[in-house]
């Protein structure tokens, strides 16, 4: 019977989560929506996030708090950089706070930030968002499925 079935690597489960920081402020949730569907180590959650998951089963809940280190990682201040303003379309209304989408070489997307903007260049933080900060996880385990492998 699948509600007997517990997470473990490989198994295809589905869940509802919210991902908050400590002052409260929801960071993403998909709770009211469609669950997230993904197969454990396929590489959908960040690592913390799936070992909070393994040995529940259907209809488990599970509230963490995750600290920084080990869910976004600390600030990097090598990965804040000064671009020319000149790499940005000019119909792009730039100001501090817009989170937008970067894309490395490889052709992957990856959000930043824009802390500030001067007259010839835009200080952009490519840290994640969440780095830093301490995060609560909380999740509803709505079905799990056995490894398709």
Do not use: C, W
Not at 4 to 30: C, K, M, R
Not at 54 to 78: H, N, R, S, T, W
Not at 120 to 128: G, L, M, Q
């Amino acid at each position: 019977m699948t509600d007997e079935l517990t997470i473990q690597s490989g198994s295809v489960v589905s869940i509802f989560y919210t991902i908050t920081l400590n002052d409260g402020t929801v960071a993403d949730s998909n709770f009211g929506e469609q669950p997230l569907d993904f197969v454990m180590g396929d590489g959908t959650l960040i690592e913390v996030l799936e070992l909070a998951l393994y040995g529940l089963k259907q209809g488990d809940k599970q509230d963490v708090g995750i600290d920084p280190m080990y869910a976004f990682g600390l600030p990097d201040e090598e990965a804040i950089q000064d671009l020319p303003r000149s790499d940005f379309p000019d119909t792009l209304p730039l100001e501090p706070g817009l989170i937008m989408a970067f894309a490395t070489p490889e052709g992957e997307d990856i959000p930043a930030s824009i802390l500030e903007v001067g007259e010839d260049t835009v200080k952009v933080d490519f840290n994640h968002p969440l780095a830093g900060h301490e995060i609560r996880f909380v999740v509803e385990v709505v079905t799990v499925k056995p490894s398709q492998a």
